[in-house]
């Protein structure tokens, strides 16, 4: 029977790991994402796990001690956050090559530079095509529903990738929030035993693992890959309704929020989306016909599910939590954009960078998107299609 817990995110994620139970995990500290490991060399040290913490130098080399734990048959984890995922980036792309499922916890932080320690999505976003399936939570309670999921996503036969589960640094990863966890049992019977395929300890099958991919092979290899990520739709899917029917709690591609009859929508992931609804609530009292898609898959990218679920609305907004530097806007709308063209009919769509360097987002803010967006259904005309939100300058 689940039991409830007052926890942080980073501290939710610990339990999972505990209750996971895996192997190796390589470690090593960087803000937001310390507390990870910090709790979980606790639960190493009181003997509560059989995982063997690899302590290590440095994030590039914590991700290498995962890849050579799963290559050789065992459950490997790891956590990090902003310059440690980006001292990984090679690391994580020979992870996703090599089809080794290593779970990795993210606690999202800002790039450098200039430094900034403080919540927003450029980490993640600049390993999105790293290869790897990335999920994202909106509070603590789904952040260890989601790390519950990893393991039996990443293992399916047919897909064999990596998997990064993603909170907002600080704003979940510290905030303490209340929090059913599952009984330690459960969490096993879900996760189940890993029986790998093939691992270099397997004496009967002599492996290879990260030779040199000439040119004659390399491309038969990623397209592999490819198809292992089209394959991870189903798996996650899968793996939802049998967390769905273990717990009650639904999961998806992503959320629909008053999504029924909206006219005006927003698109956003993480920790926004609950202000966003907050914001819907107070609009839906006042007659305006908002509406909230909150995205949980961004890899693999659920395209034809969402440009369904926003064909009706007469504009829609995608709220980018890092900047794309492409001159045209951020990721999530890049995708979320391309994911509707082929609608025949498609609502008008704008960009909102926000929250860059852990800057606030309030539901007036919220709002203030949402007021544009009336505009835009209203008249047809689109105005600025990529704009910053939130900028003193501006507002001044």
Same mark, same amino acid.
Request: glycine residues 8%; contains cysteine.
């Given at each position: 029977?689940?039991?409830?817990?007052?926890?942080?995110?980073?501290?939710?994620?610990?339990?999972?790991?505990?209750?996971?139970?895996?192997?190796?995990?390589?470690?090593?500290?960087?803000?937001?994402?310390?507390?990870?490991?910090?709790?979980?060399?606790?639960?190493?040290?009181?003997?509560?796990?059989?995982?063997?913490?690899?302590?290590?130098?440095?994030?590039?080399?914590?991700?290498?001690?995962?890849?050579?734990?799963?290559?050789?048959?065992?459950?490997?984890?790891?956590?990090?956050?902003?310059?440690?995922?980006?001292?990984?980036?090679?690391?994580?792309?020979?992870?996703?090559?090599?089809?080794?499922?290593?779970?990795?916890?993210?606690?999202?932080?800002?790039?450098?530079?200039?430094?900034?320690?403080?919540?927003?999505?450029?980490?993640?976003?600049?390993?999105?095509?790293?290869?790897?399936?990335?999920?994202?939570?909106?509070?603590?309670?789904?952040?260890?529903?989601?790390?519950?999921?990893?393991?039996?996503?990443?293992?399916?036969?047919?897909?064999?990738?990596?998997?990064?589960?993603?909170?907002?640094?600080?704003?979940?990863?510290?905030?303490?929030?209340?929090?059913?966890?599952?009984?330690?049992?459960?969490?096993?019977?879900?996760?189940?035993?890993?029986?790998?395929?093939?691992?270099?300890?397997?004496?009967?099958?002599?492996?290879?693992?990260?030779?040199?991919?000439?040119?004659?092979?390399?491309?038969?290899?990623?397209?592999?890959?490819?198809?292992?990520?089209?394959?991870?739709?189903?798996?996650?899917?899968?793996?939802?309704?049998?967390?769905? @029917?273990?717990?009650?709690?639904?999961? /998806? !591609?992503?959320?629909?929020?008053?999504?029924?009859? &909206? *006219? +005006?929508?927003?698109? #956003?992931?993480?920790?926004?989306?609950?202000?966003?609804?907050?914001?819907?609530?107070?609009?839906?009292?006042?007659?305006?016909?908002?509406?909230?898609?909150?995205?949980?898959?961004?890899?693999?990218?659920?395209?034809?599910?969402?440009?369904?679920?926003?064909?009706?609305?007469?504009?829609? @907004?995608?709220?980018?939590?890092?900047? /794309? !530097?492409?001159?045209?806007?951020?990721?999530?709308? &890049? *995708? +979320?954009?391309?994911? #509707?063209?082929?609608?025949?009919?498609?609502?008008?769509?704008?960009?909102?960078?926000?929250?860059?360097?852990?800057?606030?987002?309030?539901?007036?803010?919220?709002?203030?998107?949402?007021?544009?967006?009336?505009?835009?259904?209203?008249?047809?005309?689109?105005?600025?299609?990529?704009?910053?939100?939130?900028?003193?300058?501006?507002?001044?």
């Amino acid at each position: 029977m689940a039991h409830l817990d007052r926890l942080s995110g980073n501290e939710a994620v610990a339990v999972a790991m505990r209750q996971i139970d895996p192997d190796v995990m390589g470690a090593f500290p960087i803000t937001p994402s310390t507390e990870i490991p910090q709790y979980f060399a606790q639960y190493v040290a009181d003997g509560a796990v059989h995982t063997e913490l690899v302590t290590v130098e440095s994030e590039h080399s914590s991700m290498s001690v995962c890849m050579g734990a799963a290559a050789a048959g065992g459950r490997a984890i790891s956590a990090t956050s902003s310059a440690g995922l980006a001292l990984m980036y090679e690391t994580l792309y020979v992870a996703a090559s090599s089809r080794l499922p290593i779970v990795l916890a993210v606690s999202t932080r800002a790039l450098s530079g200039p430094i900034n320690i403080n919540n927003d999505h450029s980490d993640a976003m600049g390993a999105r095509d790293s290869g790897w399936i990335q999920i994202y939570a909106e509070n603590n309670q789904e952040v260890y529903d989601n790390y519950v999921q990893a393991f039996p996503i990443a293992e399916t036969a047919d897909v064999r990738l990596p998997v990064m589960i993603c909170q907002d640094g600080f704003i979940t990863s510290h905030a303490v929030e209340n929090i059913e966890l599952l009984e330690d049992a459960e969490v096993k019977g879900f996760v189940g035993e890993y029986h790998p395929a093939h691992y270099l300890l397997n004496a009967d099958e002599p492996l290879a693992v990260g030779p040199y991919d000439v040119t004659h092979y390399y491309m038969e290899h990623k397209k592999q890959q490819a198809e292992a990520m089209k394959n991870a739709k189903a798996a996650i899917l899968r793996q939802a309704k049998r967390f769905e @029917a273990m717990t009650g709690r639904k999961y /998806g !591609f992503f959320e629909e929020y008053r999504m029924e009859d &909206a *006219e +005006t929508a927003i698109v #956003c992931m993480g920790s926004t989306a609950g202000t966003a609804k907050a914001a819907i609530d107070e609009l839906r009292d006042q007659g305006v016909k908002a509406g909230l898609v909150k995205l949980r898959v961004f890899r693999p990218f659920p395209a034809q599910e969402l440009a369904q679920a926003l064909q009706n609305c007469k504009a829609v @907004a995608v709220l980018d939590k890092s900047e /794309g !530097f492409s001159a045209q806007g951020g990721p999530l709308f &890049a *995708e +979320t954009r391309s994911a #509707c063209y082929d609608l025949e009919t498609h609502p008008k769509l704008i960009d909102v960078v926000f929250g860059l360097g852990g800057r606030d987002v309030s539901t007036t803010d919220i709002k203030h998107v949402y007021s544009r967006l009336n505009t835009i259904a209203a008249t047809g005309e689109t105005g600025p299609v990529y704009v910053h939100m939130g900028v003193r300058e501006e507002e001044a």
